[in-house]
């Protein structure tokens, strides 16, 4: 199978170091990989992000700073910008100029870990707007966080990706009637994983797209380990099953609806 298109990823992450190049120059190219969105998470990693897009055609850059970064003592939003996310926003303003970045991304809201609240709404705003200003899609965080994130939502309307759906079946109707994608790597095949399945089986079509969040969130049966892009046909073969078709037309879907949103060939 081919086609596979990676909505979400993270291959400037430590964990690819001692064979990136083997895997994206040979290894995915080789496994059917046909395009990845390569996702900046603050100011630190966004010149590795474009690095890698400049490097492999097939690689797509996003840049954005996302709300762990104000709570991680090594990210520039702490440790070199001291906190002040407006600042390191304003440095990564000019990165936004290169025709490699087709997203603003990784941002959002996560209520998971003890971040400030209002921070990171803020910083989730202001994305949003920059996104709108630049009329970028972007690529969306929301980790129980789902009363804020929607309010912003609905507030700004955006076009891109909610990465890594949880939310119900029900407010997926109006989200996707409102323009958005929903993204669905690892998780959905993991045993006990009924609300994704509800989702996926009442979402249109062409507002569903793959992805992996690697290095991490690897499916069955591969949990546990890295993850890359090519374990994308796990999860096509999942949904496949819910949608009562073969893994080869999920790939040729959610590619069309990647290439669609992200504006890429």
């Known amino acids: 199978m081919t086609n596979i298109f990676d909505t979400h990823a993270h291959y400037s992450s430590r964990q690819f170091d001692a064979d990136r190049a083997e895997l994206l120059g040979k290894a995915l190219p080789e496994g059917g990989v046909v395009g ?42 702490v440790a070199v910008y001291g906190g002040d996310w407006r600042a390191e926003l304003k440095a990564l303003r000019p990165l936004f100029e290169d025709k490699a970045v087709v997203a603003v991304g990784e941002i959002g809201l996560d209520h998971h870990w003890p971040l400030p609240a209002r921070e990171q709404y803020d910083l989730f705003e202001a994305q949003l707007q920059l996104a709108a200003e630049l ?16 309010e912003l939502l609905r507030r700004y309307k955006p076009r891109g990706v909610l990465h890594c759906y949880s939310g119900s079946a029900e407010d997926a109707a109006w989200l996707t009637a409102q323009g958005l994608c929903l993204g669905f790597g690892g998780a959905v095949t993991y045993k006990g994983a009924k609300r994704a399945a509800k989702v996926l089986a009442a979402i249109p079509h062409d507002h569903a797209v793959l992805e992996t969040d690697c290095p991490y969130m690897a499916p069955e049966p591969v949990r546990g380990r890295r993850n890359d892009s090519r374990n994308i046909l796990h999860v096509a073969g999942y949904i496949a099953g819910l949608w009562e078709t073969e893994p080869q037309a999920v790939l040729d879907t959610c590619a069309a609806n990647a290439r669609r949103i992200f504006g890429v060939e």
Request: one cysteine or more; hydrophobic letters at 35%.
């Open 36 to 77: 990845v969105l390569e996702c900046a998470t603050h100011s630190g990693d966004a010149p590795r992000v474009l690095e890698l897009a400049h490097t492999y055609p097939y690689i797509h850059a996003a840049l954005g700073i996302h709300p762990e970064s104000l709570g991680e003592e090594d990210a520039p939003t």
């Open 135 to 150: 009329d970028l899609p972007v690529s969306i965080h929301d980790r129980e966080a789902h009363g804020e994130m929607y």
